[in-house]
């Protein structure tokens, strides 16, 4: 008789062999690299740019509070645009060399930043933008924190 091969739903079928998957047994998978290496450094560079052109247009439109545009607001639109893609690729090459504690703080300080800055530039009280910055932060940073504590062991390895 030949052995029997488990189902999806735990129970065998007679006259099947199992399937081989050549993986440990409680390991996934990993999907796989659609992209090549070219693409991967591509993106790199622009997603921290259109990010960083998203985030100056939402920056100079607040400011102007929908007034005309002025030449002041176009620079000041692409300075910040600059700032936060320079400092967006700055945290995507050093933070993942980072203890996962501070790789979270890292990326929440970046978040509560950014936000704030975006929240000031509609003149909302200072006290209640910074709140609703460290808000954002904390939550940020407990959402990173579980992330990379559950995928990662204590030296930084990932382990998914």
Not at 113 to 137: C, D, K, M, R
Request: glycine share 12%; hydrophobic share 50%.
């Amino acid at each position: 008789m030949a052995q029997a091969a488990p189902t999806p739903g735990g129970m065998s079928r007679p006259g099947r062999t199992p399937e081989v998957t050549g993986r440990p047994a409680g390991t996934r998978a990993r999907p796989p690299d659609v992209f090549d290496a070219r693409a991967h450094r591509l993106a790199r560079i622009a997603g921290p740019v259109v990010l960083g052109l998203v985030y100056g247009y939402w920056a100079a439109a607040n400011r102007r509070f929908g007034g005309p545009i002025t030449g002041g607001n176009v620079l000041f639109g692409f300075l910040t645009a600059l700032v936060f893609a320079v400092v967006c690729a700055a945290l995507l090459a050093l933070a993942p060399r980072l203890r996962r504690e501070v790789h979270a703080l890292a990326w929440s300080a970046f978040a509560g930043a950014a936000f704030g800055f975006l929240y000031i530039q509609s003149t909302p009280p200072v006290w209640g933008t910074v709140v609703i910055s460290l808000l954002i932060a904390a939550g940020t940073f407990g959402t990173l924190f579980y992330r990379y504590y559950t995928r990662e062991d204590a030296a930084g390895h990932r382990i998914r």
